[in-house]
T-cell receptor, first 117, second 114 residues
Framework: DTGVSQDPRHKITKRGQNVTFRCDPI?????LYWYRQTLGQGPEFLTYFQNEAQLEKSRLLSDRFSAERPKGSFSTLEIQRTEQGDSAMYLCASSRRPQGASTDTQYFGPGTRLTVL | AQSVAQPEDQVNVAEGNPLTVKCTYSVSGNPYLFWYVQYPNRGLQFLLKYITGDNLVKGSYGFEAEFNKSQTSFHLKKPSALVSDSALYFC????????????FGRGTSLIVHP
C-alpha cells in the first residue's frame, strides 16, 4: 500500500501524559498536513510542512502541541500534558503540486484516535 | 476568510434513486473546491475537485459535482445511489491566493436505504 500511513491507529492515555503520533506520507509528496477531527465536525487544520519546514500553524495549536518533520519525510505530532479535551481523531494528509497545476490534492491517512481518560 | 456550509446534517435516499449533497462556500478569489468521503473510523478519501473550466466535474465511484459561481455552490451528485455509498461526505474550499490550507464543512451523513 503506498498511501499515507499513521501510527498508532488508537491511543488511550491518562490525563497529563505525553503522546506522540507518527505519519508517513506518500513518498513523493513534499507537503504534509495535520488535522484534528471531533465527532460531528470536519477536519480542523493544525499545522503544515513543506519539506522539513513548518510553514503554518493554527491558533488551535496550543504550546502543548509540537510537530516535526525531520528530513522532510515522516512527521511526528506530540501532545504534552494531555487533557480530556484533546480526545479526537488526528488526521495526517500529504500532497504534491504537479508542475503546471494550479493546486494540489490532499490524500489522508486513516487517522489516530486519541482517548484521554 | 473562507468558509463552507453543508446545510444538511443527514440526507436519506432510496437505493437506485439520484442523490444530491449540498455545499455552499465563501472565499476570496477564485475557489478551489473538493469533495471527500469518510467511512467509519477511517480517514478521508478524495472524490473530486473543481479548479477551473467545465462546471460539471466527474470523480470517483460515479460521483459528480456541479460548480455554480453565481450561487457559490458545489453540490455533489450521483444518478443512482448504492447502499455502499452510505458514509460521511465533506466539502472543502480554498482560495486561489494565499494559504494552501482548505476549510472543511461539518459533513453530511448520507444514508442509502435498500
Amino acid at each position: 500500500d503506498t498511501g499515507v500511513s499513521q501510527d498508532p491507529r488508537h491511543k488511550i492515555t491518562k490525563r497529563g501524559q505525553n503522546v506522540t503520533f507518527r505519519c508517513d506520507p506518500i513518498s513523493e509528496h513534499n507537503r504534509l498536513y495535520w488535522y484534528r477531527q471531533t465527532l460531528g465536525q470536519g477536519p480542523e487544520f493544525l499545522t503544515y510542512f513543506q519539506n522539513e519546514a513548518q510553514l503554518e500553524k493554527s491558533r488551535l495549536l496550543s504550546d502543548r502541541f509540537s510537530a516535526e518533520r525531520p528530513k522532510g519525510s515522516f512527521s511526528t505530532l506530540e501532545i504534552q500534558r494531555t487533557e480530556q479535551g484533546d480526545s479526537a481523531m488526528y488526521l495526517c494528509a500529504s500532497s504534491r503540486r504537479p508542475q503546471g497545476a494550479s493546486t494540489d490534492t490532499q490524500y489522508f491517512g486513516p487517522g489516530t484516535r486519541l482517548t484521554v481518560l | 476568510a473562507q468558509s463552507v456550509a453543508q446545510p444538511e446534517d443527514q440526507v436519506n435516499v432510496a437505493e437506485g434513486n439520484p442523490l444530491t449533497v449540498k455545499c455552499t462556500y465563501s472565499v476570496s478569489g477564485n475557489p478551489y473546491l473538493f469533495w471527500y468521503v469518510q467511512y467509519p473510523n477511517r480517514g478521508l478519501q478524495f472524490l473530486l475537485k473543481y479548479i477551473t473550466g467545465d462546471n460539471l466535474v466527474k470523480g470517483s465511484y460515479g460521483f459528480e459535482a456541479e460548480f455554480n459561481k453565481s450561487q457559490t455552490s458545489f453540490h455533489l451528485k450521483k444518478p443512482s445511489a448504492l447502499v455502499s455509498d452510505s458514509a460521511l461526505y465533506f466539502c472543502a474550499v480554498r482560495g486561489s491566493g494565499g494559504s494552501y490550507i482548505p476549510t472543511f464543512g461539518r459533513g453530511t451523513s448520507l444514508i442509502v436505504h435498500p
